[in-house]
């Protein structure tokens, strides 16, 4: 009887274990396959959208390299438009796939709850099967039996339903160990899901911004190529009228102990944008001599020696990005000011051609950031902002003969929010706008802390 009682086991056992795997390809497994078919199909779309957006910015760096007319940057501010239309079709398609890539794991998920379900039945099962055998032991069973073949019997019996149970319970930690991981999936899915919908409310108001600085454009020069070219004389010299009072007042002030000058560290502040304008522009390196798109250095630059900035030199660093770029804040830190220099005029009407939209930030680590000639600003005073924040958008504001972003490195011991008008002799256009000053040293080289 001992080994009857143990072969019934053993077969309801089988029987557990047959049912298990019918159920883990069932409707839900065929589902996630379909899914998976729609999936491939958004990408390959996505796939066809990131060429077209490459071609465009092919067209933007030709533009780039002609010489500056209404028309060009017309044709420019068009394609960056029609390239960031593109890139927002692109980031909708890939909020689709990542929505099918959820609804996916789900299937999976609920698959593998299934397949946990019907082990630990098949588990529970087994034990019951035992309970219902006679509880004498196998050298009980052994010396009972009528023969020696009865006696192996009850102990191979015995043996092979052992065996059955850890193989039972081996695949149930194996099944909920995959279950554990397609959890983790369906988290990592879901963040990246909310950065790519970020980045689809960024592109949108970059568009808005591109719209704007076209008409602004347009209004400023009355559609004549004269009168562009007349804004561009003008702008350049109410900029060497800045410079030279900006130099002046740089001057009276008490320059930064060494102390106060924090050491210079590659990676203490990031790059102020994102990882795919990085990959823009490592992709144009080979134009630009560098892989960051740094258009013009810190310092004696050659533009500088030419007689720009009153002979001081360049105090940031210039990164050529197209309008409506996302500039991003290069530590964590504080807003310790925005403004907009291009609304100071003086009693003739000429505008202060200088930093145009600028935003600062106070970091702790004793540094400030300065990113300048913002088409936009997002953030206000006293706001706290986290590395990567997106600050505002890149544009051509103040005095900028081309879009791009001036980033300033400072000692925040010695940066101050000032006009030109609070020193003696301030009488430019710039004279009532804001901006961040501070003494020589206290300009800092950014290359030396990105």
């Known amino acids: 009887m001992q080994v009857r009682s143990f072969g019934i086991a053993l077969i309801l056992l089988a029987l557990?274990?047959?049912?298990?795997?019918?159920?883990t390809h069932s409707v839900e497994a065929q589902a996630a396959a379909d899914i998976q078919q729609q999936i491939a199909a958004h990408n390959k779309q996505i796939a066809d959208l990131d060429a077209e957006i490459a071609a465009y910015q092919k067209q933007l760096d030709a533009l780039g390299n002609?010489?500056?007319?209404?028309?060009?940057?017309?044709?420019?501010?068009?394609?960056?438009?029609?390239?960031?239309?593109?890139?927002?079709?692109?980031?909708?398609?890939?909020?689709t796939a990542l929505n099918l890539e959820l609804k996916q794991l789900g299937y999976q998920i609920a698959d593998k709850q299934q397949s946990i379900d019907l082990n630990k039945r098949a588990v529970a099962q087994s034990l019951r099967d035992i309970a219902l055998a006679d509880n004498s032991s196998v050298v009980e069973q052994v010396f009972s039996s009528n023969n020696l073949t009865d006696a192996w019997a009850a102990v191979d019996a015995n043996v092979t339903l052992n065996q059955a149970l850890q193989g039972h319970t081996a695949q149930l930690v194996q099944v909920k160990q995959e279950l554990s991981n397609q959890q983790q999936s369906v988290n990592q899915t879901q963040a990246k899901l909310v950065t790519v919908t970020t980045d689809l409310g960024t592109q949108k108001k970059a568009v808005d911004v591109t719209v704007s600085q076209k008409s602004q454009l347009l209004a400023q020069t009355k559609s004549q190529e004269s009168s562009y070219q007349s804004l561009i004389a003008t702008k350049k010299a109410q900029q060497k009228a800045f410079e030279s009072e900006l130099t002046a007042l740089e001057g009276q002030l008490k320059s930064v102990g060494t102390a106060s000058i924090p050491h210079v560290g590659q990676g203490i502040l990031n790059w102020p944008f994102s990882a795919s304008f990085a990959q823009h522009c490592i992709a144009i390196s080979g134009v630009l001599k560098n892989n960051y798109c740094v258009t013009q250095y810190f310092g004696n630059t050659?533009?500088?020696?030419?007689?720009?900035?009153?002979?001081?030199?360049?105090?940031?660093?210039?990164?050529?990005?197209?309008?409506?770029?996302?500039?991003?804040?290069a530590l964590s830190?504080?807003?310790?000011?925005?403004?907009?220099?291009?609304?100071?005029?003086?009693?003739?009407?000429?505008?202060?051609?200088?930093?145009?939209?600028?935003?600062?930030?106070?970091?702790?680590?004793?540094?400030?950031?300065?990113?300048?000639?913002?088409?936009?600003?997002?953030?206000?005073k006293g706001q706290a902002v986290s590395t990567g924040d997106v600050l505002g958008f890149s544009g051509e504001t103040g005095y900028a003969?081309?879009?791009?972003?001036?980033?300033?490195?400072?000692?925040?011991?010695?940066?101050?929010?000032?006009t030109l008008g609070q020193f003696k002799g301030g009488a430019s256009p710039c004279a009532n706008a804001s901006m961040p000053v501070a003494p020589l040293n206290a300009y800092l080289n950014p290359t030396s802390y990105l």
């Open 66 to 95: 002609q010489h500056q007319t209404l028309a060009t940057s017309i044709k420019s501010l068009d394609t960056q438009r029609a390239q960031l239309t593109t890139k927002i079709k692109s980031l909708q398609q890939q909020i």
């Open 16 to 23: 557990s274990l047959a049912f298990v795997g019918p159920f």
């Open 302 to 329: 050659a533009f500088a020696a030419s007689g720009a900035y009153n002979g001081s030199g360049h105090n940031g660093i210039d990164i050529g990005m197209p309008i409506g770029t996302p500039v991003q804040a």
């Open 401 to 418: 003969t081309g879009p791009h972003l001036h980033f300033g490195v400072y000692a925040s011991a010695g940066v101050q929010i000032l």
């Open 333 to 380: 830190g504080t807003v310790l000011g925005t403004g907009n220099t291009d609304l100071a005029h003086d009693a003739a009407g000429n505008q202060c051609y200088s930093f145009g939209k600028w935003v600062m930030i106070k970091h702790a680590n004793g540094l400030s950031t300065m990113y300048g000639h913002l088409s936009q600003i997002n953030v206000s």
